[in-house]
């Protein structure tokens, strides 16, 4: 994927304009991953440093703008990408049930976010929710098998999930109500990116 400089910027300025800069890919970014709110975000994130112990940091993976222009300047930069993708009616409904915000809008982000990311699912891992709550193994394979991460293939995955359901349970995330508000406006909703 080739994205000029001037749109790579732009797409940073956008970002920036309502995100923290250690949640958006740079050059030192090792992985993204992203998915629409309430898709097993969180979850993921911390399952892969669980599986990349002493290998990744939290800074080293960019995670939580739940824009697609996040994994657009990945690809512009080459770095790894998992894409979360869980059904529609279950991530709308469980994001309107965390959130109060209305259907209709969270609905069209839905569909906004996953417009842009499509072309990016050839070239990232597509990690639906199914699998990445109830068979996290294979999304480290699937990871190890695009991009050789160097992910821990022989993690004990069931207490990975209990120490990282823990986490998540707590929202020691370090930013709880930025993940919690997710920025989220009519505006930015529909092509904001």
């Known amino acids: 994927m080739h994205i000029e400089n001037d749109d790579l910027d732009a797409l940073r300025s956008s970002l920036l304009s309502r995100l923290k800069p250690d949640r958006i890919a740079n050059e030192t970014t090792r ?10 975000n969180s979850y993921t994130a911390f399952m892969i440093y669980e599986a990349a112990k002493g290998r990744f940091t939290p800074r080293d993976v960019s995670h939580h703008t739940h824009d697609a222009a996040n994994l657009r300047i990945a690809g512009a930069l080459g770095i790894p990408r998992v894409i979360l993708l869980r059904d529609p009616e279950d991530a709308i409904l469980s994001f309107h049930v965390f959130s109060g915000r209305p259907i209709p809008m969270l609905t069209a982000r839905y569909i906004d976010f996953y417009q842009q990311a499509a072309p990016l699912f050839a070239t990232s891992v597509v990690a639906h929710f199914d699998d990445t709550t109830k068979d996290f193994g294979k999304i480290i394979k699937q990871i190890n098998a695009v991009w050789d ?44 990116m």
């Open 149 to 192: 991460l160097g992910l821990n293939e022989e993690l004990d995955i069931q207490k990975a999930q209990e120490r990282v359901l823990e986490r998540v349970r707590s929202n020691r995330y370090g930013d709880t109500e930025e993940v919690k508000d997710h920025r989220l406006t009519p505006e930015a909703s529909l092509g904001g």
């Open 31 to 40: 992985l993204v991953v992203e998915g629409y709110p309430r898709s097993s």
